[in-house]
Structures are given as C-alpha cells and as structure tokens.
Nanobody
Framework: QVQLVESGGGLAQAGGSLRLSCAAS????????MGWFRQVPGKVREFVAA????????YYADSVKGRFTISRDNAKNTVYLQMNSLRPEDTAVYYC????????????????????WGQGTQVTVSS
C-alpha cells in the first residue's frame, strides 16, 4: 500500500501562485509514476501533470502547459505542483495519484490507470 497526502491548497487571486505538495509513504517505489489530477463538482476528473520518480519525461495537460510545473524530491518522497499564473478555471480539488511505471502516453493521462490516490486539496482562484 502507498499512502499519499496532499497539502498546499487554498485561495489565490487570478495571476497568483500556489504550490501543492504530495508526500508519499508506505510501499513506495522508484518505479512509480506520480500524477496530479483535478476535479470540479459535476465534472469528470481531468489529468493535470505527471512525472516519474526515475526522472525523464513529464506530461502536462494543454490547459496548464507553461503555467504549472511538476517536480519531485526523491529524498523526501514528495512530488510538487507549482502553479503560476492561476486562473479562475483552475479552481478544483487537486488529487495526487500513483501508478506503476514506466511513464508513457496515453496510460499516464488516464485516471483509471492509477492505483493510489490522496484525499485531495481544494484550490480556489478568485477573479
């Protein structure tokens, strides 16, 4: 089992920044792919970004490219999502998730490919 705990959500103004963290514990593995997803009530959960503990390719949704950056700290078993130039449409509950590697398209973008999920953290962007 892998436990994922997100933190760092909150309220930001449009154009502002937030950094989300996802701390992994339990049976973690360097072979896991770590993803960020988000969901608005009444809408499907959507892919945001993903990376691999082993490094290499990262993936981003088109809607966040150039604004969000995913990174990892292997020593801390923590994945980050730096969100800049926030927009009201970025408002959602953000979830961290883990799946076995390797990192690849399109599997990495599919939420049902992920085995483990955090509890989510609310991000609200005001206009």
């Amino acid at each position: 089992q892998v436990q994922l705990v997100e933190s760092g959500g909150g309220l930001a103004q449009a154009g502002g920044s937030l950094r989300l963290s996802c701390a992994a514990s339990g049976r973690t593995s360097s072979s896991y792919v770590m993803g960020w997803f988000r969901q608005v009530p009444g809408k499907v959960r959507e892919f945001v970004a993903a990376c691999w503990w082993r490094g290499g390719t990262t993936y981003y949704a088109d809607s966040v490219k150039g604004r969000f950056t995913i990174s990892r700290d292997n020593a801390k078993n923590t994945v980050y999502l730096q969100m800049n130039s926030l927009r009201p449409e970025d408002t959602a509950v953000y979830y961290c998730a883990a799946k076995p590697g390797p990192i690849s398209n399109p599997a990495t973008l599919r939420d049902y490919e992920y085995y483990y999920w955090g509890q989510g953290t609310q991000v609200t962007v005001s206009s």
